[in-house]
């Protein structure tokens, strides 16, 4: 039986908003930045209703993936899915940044204090959000989606994507990007640059039809196969301590 999921984009070219359209209801990945729900509302609404959304998968906890997670959540009766290691910081609030993560462009270091002082209305999951901790944890498989949650650590800790197994396509996140911010596929700031590149080996292994990322165009899994070996060699640029 195909499921024939849909992926929509109702966002733009620097940050995407995928919404999947499946036999159950819909997902949307991510929200945007604070103060964009109201916007995001109009443009939703040219393709469902806002309680069609069924949950909202988040891929991490930036300010430009949680921005309105809050209203989005509250005004959809959506049921939240995140890795657990977003949960704390979607509390904060704000964009965390541990000790060690540097960017991978002079150009990203200078955006590092727009983030570091950016900051969202916190998000207190309810007693029907899905948290992950592993990859076992499989809730749309179990549900009878094709759908497979992958981790993907490297640009956040709490880094995770959805690979539509029917079609082999796959959002990833930050996990890659192909928008000018983000040089050879790179996310433009890394948490843990090894984990990155295990990341990109794990995507490559699964041999996707496609890639979605949240920032820039869709590309084919080539890409990263062609700038894989930069990571091996990468020099980070790190923000001056305050």
């Known amino acids: 039986m195909s499921h024939s999921i849909k992926i929509h984009n109702i966002g733009n070219y620097m940050l995407r908003n995928y919404l999947l359209e499946t036999t159950q209801g819909w ?3 991510d929200s945007g930045y604070a103060g964009g729900f109201e916007a995001y509302k109009k443009r939703l609404a040219k393709l469902t209703p806002l309680d069609q959304l069924k949950f909202v998968f988040l891929t991490h906890s930036h300010n430009d993936h949680a921005g309105f997670l809050a209203e989005l959540l509250a005004e959809s009766g959506a049921r939240l899915v995140a890795h657990e290691n977003s949960i704390p910081r979607l509390a904060s609030g704000v964009n965390v940044m541990p ?25 207190m999951p309810d007693e029907n959000a899905i ?6 944890d499989q809730p749309f498989l179990v549900a009878g989606l094709p ?5 993907l650590p490297g640009h ?6 959805l690979f539509l197994e029917e079609t082999r396509e796959l959002l990833c996140g930050d ?20 984990a990155f590149a295990e990341s990109w080996d794990k995507i490559i292994a699964l041999n996707p039809s496609r890639i979605y990322p949240s920032h820039g165009n869709p590309f084919p899994v080539g890409d990263l196969m062609k700038f894989r070996s930069r990571l091996d060699h990468l020099t980070l640029f790190y923000p001056k301590k305050d």
Do not use: C, W
Not at 147 to 151: A, G, M, N, S, Y
Not at 156 to 161: E, F
């Open 156 to 161: 956040t800790a709490d880094s995770i994507g």
């Open 147 to 151: 759908i497979r949650i992958v981790f």
């Open 99 to 123: 000790d060690g993560t540097g960017f991978t462009s002079r150009m990203g270091v200078a955006m590092h204090g727009m983030m570091k002082h950016s900051s969202y209305p916190p998000v």
């Open 27 to 29: 997902i949307a990945l």
């Open 131 to 136: 948290i992950l901790k592993s990859e076992t």
């Open 175 to 194: 996990a890659a990007g192909n928008a000018i911010i983000a040089p050879a596929r790179q996310a433009v700031l890394m948490e843990d640059a090894r």
